[in-house]
């Protein structure tokens, strides 16, 4: 499979914990985008790389979340001191990172936090 | 602020009805519209893009939508649809290739 991979898929973890989720994206694709997305919403916009660099982070990305694409491939979404207020499906996309493009999704993790 | 409206949140139909979803966003620039769909268990996948040119784009699975600039709106289409298509369906904006921002999404149900 091609597409975008995400790991884990599921994840339970206790309230303080620190959690980590991995997106390995398309592989041609340099840009990679970070989203979470709850019950009801629409998957709501949280960092974007292109290649290594971080261009954007969302007012909704709180320093206990950190995002990091160290080579411009796989990426990582580091989450310290879990709070309930987490819970939700992270969701890795990739896009070619040109003007006419779209994203691909990955399956998403799903985090809940107890 | 910038954003992406999707007007029916959970829309109810029976086989072979017709389908419209309203999409409305309030970027002004120069906009890349899609639609995206997730069907239970599954990740988004693409339905149907617009870039430029003919603003009615045809996707897969018989979907359709129209593109009208002047009411910055991007509704979706299908003549007749099926117990198949019940899934969540995302109408998404795109700045020109920067991050993509999303509606609420719209859950249909398609009775059989």
């Known amino acids: 499979d091609t597409g975008v991979s995400q790991d884990p898929r599921h994840k339970i973890t206790k309230r303080g914990q620190n959690v980590t989720f991995r997106c390995d994206p398309i592989?041609?694709?340099?840009?990679l985008y970070w989203y979470r997305q709850t019950l009801g919403q629409g998957p709501e916009f949280l960092t974007y790389?292109?290649?290594?660099?971080?261009?954007?982070k969302s007012r909704l990305l709180s320093d206990r979340f950190s995002a990091e694409r160290p080579k411009g491939s796989f990426s990582t979404l580091e989450i310290q001191r879990t709070e309930q207020g987490d819970s939700a499906m992270y969701l890795c996309?990739?896009?070619?990172?040109?003007?006419?493009?779209?994203?691909?999704f990955g399956q998403g993790t799903r985090l809940t936090v107890v | 602020a910038q954003s992406v409206s999707q007007h029916n949140h959970h829309v109810i139909l029976s086989e072979a009805a017709s389908l419209e979803l309203g999409c409305n966003y309030s970027?002004?620039?120069?906009?890349?519209l899609f639609w995206y769909v997730q069907y239970p268990g599954q990740h988004l996948q693409l339905l149907l893009k617009?870039?430029?040119?003919?603003?009615l784009v045809k996707g897969i699975k018989g979907f359709e939508a129209e593109f009208i600039k002047s009411k910055f709106s991007f509704n979706l289409r299908k003549p007749s649809v099926q117990w198949s298509d019940t899934a969540e369906y995302f109408c998404?904006?795109?700045?020109?290739?920067?991050?993509?921002?999303f509606g609420t999404g719209t859950s249909l149900t398609v009775i059989p």
């Open positions: 998404a904006v795109s700045l020109t290739g920067n991050q993509f921002y």
């Open positions: 790389f292109q290649n290594e660099a971080q261009l954007e």
């Open positions: 996309a990739s896009s070619l990172g040109v003007s006419n493009t779209e994203a691909f």
């Open positions: 970027y002004g620039g120069t906009v890349n």
């Open positions: 617009y870039f430029s040119g003919d603003p």
């Open positions: 592989s041609e694709h340099n840009r």
